[in-house]
């Protein structure tokens, strides 16, 4: 089995300029509350790390929602699916963003060759607890 990561190592990958991760929204005695940031590196201010996570906190709820969809439709007439799925991406003109379910997020610059699947695999493997 991998071996956990840290915020930090995704930093040294190829690419990379900035990361971060949060934990999900609480729910406590009937109120809803928003997604916390936890960490975050390589942004110029915590306001523009925070604009980012509650952007990439509402993009992967409405994915998984529409993964869930796809999941339970009726498997005898199609039997292909997108579950389990781990991720998701946005590519961007300069940047891309990619994120993983477990709310772990890096910025890539697009000017920079990067191993895909592989940086996907490093964003799953961070803690987030």
């Known amino acids: 089995m991998s071996e956990p990561l840290k915020l930090q190592d995704l930093m040294?990958?190829?690419?990379?300029?900035?990361?971060?991760?949060?934990?999900?929204?609480?729910?406590?005695n009937a109120i809803?509350?928003?997604?916390?940031l936890v960490?975050?590196?390589?942004?110029d201010s915590e306001e523009r790390a925070r604009q980012l996570m509650?952007?990439?906190e509402a993009m992967g709820l409405s994915i998984k929602g529409v993964l869930e969809i796809d999941?339970?439709?009726?498997?005898?007439?199609?039997?292909?699916?997108?579950?389990?799925a781990d991720g998701y991406m946005i590519h961007?003109?300069?940047?891309n963003l990619v994120c993983t379910l477990n709310r772990v997020a890096a910025l890539v610059d697009?000017?920079?060759?990067?191993?895909?699947?592989?940086?996907?695999?490093?964003?799953?493997?961070?803690?987030?607890?």
Do not use: C
Not at 32 to 36: D, F, G, L, M, S
Not at 39 to 43: D, P
């Open 54 to 56: 509650l952007t990439t």
């Open 110 to 129: 697009n000017k920079i060759d990067y191993h895909l699947k592989g940086l996907f695999l490093k964003l799953a493997l961070v803690r987030n607890d």
């Open 39 to 43: 960490e975050y590196l390589g942004f």
């Open 71 to 84: 999941y339970y439709r009726d498997r005898k007439t199609n039997p292909h699916s997108l579950m389990p």
């Open 92 to 95: 961007g003109q300069k940047f």
């Open 32 to 36: 809803a509350y928003p997604a916390r």
């Open 12 to 28: 040294e990958l190829d690419g990379v300029v900035a990361a971060l991760r949060w934990q999900e929204s609480r729910f406590i």
